[in-house]
């Protein structure tokens, strides 16, 4: 589908980590990103490249009301709740936000004639393996999510074929491994609130400014015995929205596509490579695997490039950890409690 240049471009969730990367990577294919955020956990300071509409997911009326403002021609759905751990103490709030979020997204887009969805999913629609496989998972893989957050994206995906179906809209999943990195200009970054992400608590760790880092669990049956995880920079996630934006579907097409590298990289060899880019060691111990982690998520990505034409291009350990790392120690937005604390200590 061709989008022509000028064109208006929702992107709920815009002000968040992955968002505002999209954001970023919209305007500069000429069309104009309009954020659509309740900025309950994103931030205003990460919009920088378009309009800004301060709107819920959920508000049906307040959707219209941008779609129709901004003449939209197509939308990147961000928009929802992402905490795995709160996801199991508030189902409700998840399915909610993600699902029936993603329900009223759908109606708006409907009744103005928008077509073209890509919708932000996850690798934990895959969920927990039993038999602890190291192998690359391709998007048929069963699945079986570990948690109520991974509900929430498949069922939000079912939902969207469903609606394709039955109204001719054509939508793209992009079904993310582990979003990491930061805007090489550091303008954009990583900051959620609480921080539960590997790269930003070994950051904290090595730089002083938080708790040493726990790694969770060195029992599983990989080559040092931690997790392996797949590491994509958020560029290259931002660059597989756009293609995913204008790839040729026919009406009522769905497709979900694995966003990966293909390459698992442990706890450790993160930790190792946080060492390298401060200059001092990352000091943390072995404590408990963490509920619900499975031993290996390493996405097999054929997919994205036979359908996408899509591959990472930044998207190495050193690279992204490079980027994490010039973030991370003058973070633009977030705690800036750990701001200070890291500024001073480097
Ligand atoms: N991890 C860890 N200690 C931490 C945070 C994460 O050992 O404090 C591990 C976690 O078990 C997983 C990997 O780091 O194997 C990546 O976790 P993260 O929370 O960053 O992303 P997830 O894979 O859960 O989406």
Not at 37 to 59: C, K, N, T
Not at 314 to 330: C, K, M, N, P
Request: hydrophobic fraction near 45%; charge should be negative; include cysteine.
């Amino acid at each position: 589908m061709a989008i022509s240049a000028g064109s208006r471009v929702m992107i709920t969730g815009g002000a968040g980590y992955i968002g505002a990367h999209t954001a970023k990577a919209v305007a500069e294919m000429g069309l104009v990103p309009v954020v659509y955020d309740s900025l309950s956990s994103g931030y205003r300071e990460a919009v920088h490249w378009g309009p800004f509409f301060h709107g819920d997911i959920r508000d049906p009326l307040a959707l219209r009301e941008a779609l129709t403002l901004h003449d939209v021609k197509a939308v990147i759905h961000f928009a929802g709740l992402i905490e795995v751990g709160r996801s199991v103490a508030r189902p409700d709030l998840f399915w909610d936000h993600n699902v029936s979020g993603t329900t009223v997204l759908l109606t708006a887009m409907r009744e103005r004639s928008v077509e073209r969805l890509v919708f932000s999913s996850s690798a934990a629609v895959y969920g927990q393996d039993d038999v602890g496989s190291l192998a690359p998972i391709p998007e048929a893989a069963f699945k079986a999510p570990a948690s109520p957050y991974g509900a929430t994206k498949l069922a939000a995906e079912w939902l969207i074929e469903a609606q394709c179906r039955a109204y001719g809209l054509s939508a793209v999943a992009l079904r993310y491994f582990n979003a990491a990195g930061a805007d090489p200009s550091g303008l954009i970054g990583e900051a959620h609130d609480p921080e539960t992400h590997l790269i930003p608590l070994a950051f904290n760790a090595a730089l002083g400014g938080g708790r040493p880092l726990t790694v969770f669990g060195q029992d599983f049956g990989t080559p040092d015995g931690t997790c392996l995880r797949d590491y994509v920079h958020v560029q290259d996630l931002a660059s597989a929205h756009l293609a995913a934006l204008s790839v040729e579907l026919p009406r009522g097409g769905f497709e979900a596509v694995n966003i990966g590298t293909g390459v698992g990289r442990s706890v450790l060899e993160v930790i190792e490579a946080v060492s390298r880019a401060v200059g001092r060691p990352v000091p943390y111990s072995i404590g408990d695997r963490r509920a619900g982690d499975p031993t290996s998520l390493v996405a097999d990505p054929s997919r994205a490039l036979a359908l996408l034409g899509w591959s990472p291009k930044r998207s190495t350990l050193d690279l992204i950890v490079g980027d994490a790392f010039q973030w991370e120690r003058s973070p633009r937005y977030g705690s800036g409690q750990r701001a200070s604390r890291i500024k001073t200590s480097v």
